[in-house]
């Protein structure tokens, strides 16, 4: 089955530090993934969508130099929070859909296992 | 933005007894999938219904869809132990998923 790995799995990082976290898909294609942020015992917020070889696209309210997206391959997307502070301290997790199945939509998500950031 | 709300919020059963969730959204869908989330995990895919569908089997799994009412249910039978974990919708429109805030199963031996 489509396999996402994300990497770290959970990252402690001071204040005003910056934290990348790695997506990757490995045995699929995704032009587009997607990266999601939740709160303890909450849902899922979509932050931004990333796309590859052009700029991601963020939803309302999230602040792109802050959490900064790269998407340089058909397998891999970053996001960088910068300048990290307490409140950045969450569960984010990404996602992909294979290329080959997803282009018109009705394919799932696939998930990576989620980056436990705490900032302090 | 989240667009699904889920019902009820939480739910405690008996391992072999069946269990039943709910998931209302607001405007149109491509399809609606469910989604389950183990404690600390990223999602795992776990159905998906398109909106020309009315009900789909999966295993255990049994998902409704009534468009009309811009809701869906999802039944998971004979549960287990290892259903327990929360429990996700997500409706599809313009190729994005959004969440509802989700169902928290507890499966009690």
């Known amino acids: 089955g489509a396999v996402v790995s994300q990497h770290p799995s959970w990252v402690i990082c001071k204040s005003g530090t910056s934290v990348k976290i790695e997506c990757r898909s490995l045995?699929?294609?995704?032009?587009?993934m997607f990266w999601y942020r939740q709160f303890p015992k909450q849902s899922l917020m979509l932050m931004a969508t990333s796309n590859e070889g052009s700029k991601a696209t963020y939803e309302q309210g999230v602040e792109k130099d802050k959490f900064l997206i790269n998407h340089a391959s058909l397998t891999l997307s970053t996001l960088t929070v910068t300048s990290a502070h307490p409140e950045d301290s969450s569960f984010y997790i990404c996602s992909a859909r294979d290329l080959q199945l997803g282009h018109t939509g009705n394919s799932p998500l696939h998930f990576g296992n989620g980056t436990r950031l705490t900032v302090t | 933005s989240q667009q699904g709300e889920e019902d009820p919020q939480a739910l405690s059963i008996q391992e072999g007894e069946n269990a039943t969730m709910n998931c209302s959204y607001k405007t149109s869908i491509n399809n609606l999938q469910w989604y389950r989330q183990n404690s600390g995990r990223g999602l795992v895919h776990l159905i998906l219904i398109r909106s020309n569908e009315r009900e789909k089997h999966s295993g255990r799994l049994r998902v409704t869809l009534d468009t009309s009412k811009k809701s869906s249910s999802l039944l998971i039978t004979a549960s287990r132990a290892a259903d327990t974990a929360s429990y996700f919708c997500a409706t599809d429109a313009d190729y994005k998923l959004s969440f509802g805030a989700g169902t928290t199963v507890t499966v009690r031996a």
């Open positions: 045995d699929f294609q995704a032009t587009t």
